[in-house]
């Protein structure tokens, strides 16, 4: 790849044209993205980019364009979520090498394309999950904390390093009141974990993930139901961790046998206990925090992965919640 500068332009080409399509996108959609987010305009001819505006976005583009083709050259996908979770990895970290960030991730067998962090905090993650017994994720929704756990999850089972998969979460947000709900128990308990099963079916397509269901080797359950439980051999994973009591989150850290790992993701902003019951979430990370062979990933709002605009609500809420700490 060269380049030639002008105060607010600049002139990039790329050699590489399979990875230069990537790069580009369906109909350029991704300079498109480029273009959007950083006010600039951005023409494309053969395969040479030139990018002209705000000599600082331009300089913030140019790097941006060079590390997404590395990617693409590497054989990484490059679609509209690269494209924002990279600008918003180098607005972080100007050094940042998106390579080293987004290049490493798990690939699984028969599965097209491998689940690959997008931002340091997720990679962090990863790797967490492949030390430790013990990791607790605690960030806002829509970091990955339940889908990266999930694709970890599945990665450890198809490669026997564990029997069977334990997907639990609290059955509902303040007190597991089931009897409330028609049906019976499969019909009362299923909205609540409806989540655990869109990750799996997004992982591993419906049909594998049922057919493991069907098998046992993966089973979704309230979390009422790990009482009493030994859990060996098991990959464990407690979503919505925040709206678990300081007895539930003890009694499911407790279930944990020979050969396991156990992930707990939550976030302590969206607690749906009753005023005055405390976060078992909290209190965990707060009494375990230096016990060896237990990590903390914490996300925060630059690790989103939904649509952008969601980044910028969980600022607005986050804002009005130390001001309402202020005022106090």
């Known amino acids: 790849m060269s380049r030639n500068h002008a105060d607010a332009a600049t002139s990039l080409t790329f050699d590489d044209l399979a990875a230069f399509q990537v790069l580009c996108g369906p109909h350029d959609e991704n300079l498109k993205r480029i273009e959007a987010r950083m006010n600039l305009v ?3 001819r053969g395969n040479e980019v030139s990018v002209t505006g705000d000599a600082a976005d331009v300089e913030r583009a140019r790097v941006l364009l ?14 509209v979520e690269e494209v924002d979770r990279g600008a918003v990895v180098l607005a972080a970290d100007p050094a940042a090498s998106l390579v080293d960030v987004m290049a490493q991730g798990l690939r699984l067998p028969h599965v097209e ?15 967490a999950m492949a030390r430790y017994d013990v990791v607790i994720a605690i960030g806002p929704a829509g970091t990955g904390k339940t889908y990266l756990a999930m694709a970890t999850a599945v990665s450890w ?15 509902v947000e303040a007190g597991e009141r089931l009897g409330f709900l028609p049906g019976d128990l499969v019909e009362k308990v299923n909205p609540y974990l409806r989540p655990l099963y869109d990750a799996l079916y997004d992982i591993l397509g419906y ?4 057919g493991l269901l069907e098998k046992g080797m993966i089973e979704i359950a309230p979390l009422a139901f790990m009482r009493g439980r030994t859990l060996s051999h098991s990959f464990v994973i407690l979503d919505e ?12 850290l407790t279930r944990l046998g020979y050969n396991s790992r ?3 993701t939550g976030d302590v902003t969206q607690t749906d206990l009753p005023p005055g019951r405390p976060s078992g979430l909290e209190h ?3 009494i375990l925090a230096r016990i060896p062979g237990i990590a903390f990933c914490d996300f925060d709002e630059r690790d989103v992965m939904r649509h952008p605009i969601v980044s910028e609500i969980l600022k607005a809420y986050d804002r009005e919640r130390r001001n309402k700490g202020r005022k106090r």
């Open 207 to 210: 049909e594998r993930g049922s």
């Open 113 to 127: 394309s491998p689940v690959v962090p997008r931002t340091p905090n997720q990679r962090t993650y990863l790797q």
């Open 157 to 171: 089972l198809l490669a026997r390093k564990v029997k069977h998969i334990v997907l639990t979460r609290p059955a």
């Open 42 to 44: 951005i023409r494309v």
């Open 66 to 79: 060079g590390q997404l083709y590395d990617l693409a050259r590497r054989g990484s996908p490059v679609s």
């Open 241 to 252: 961790a925040q709206n678990c009591s300081i007895e539930q989150m003890k009694m499911f």
């Open 284 to 286: 965990a990370r707060r």
């Open 262 to 264: 156990a992930v707990v």
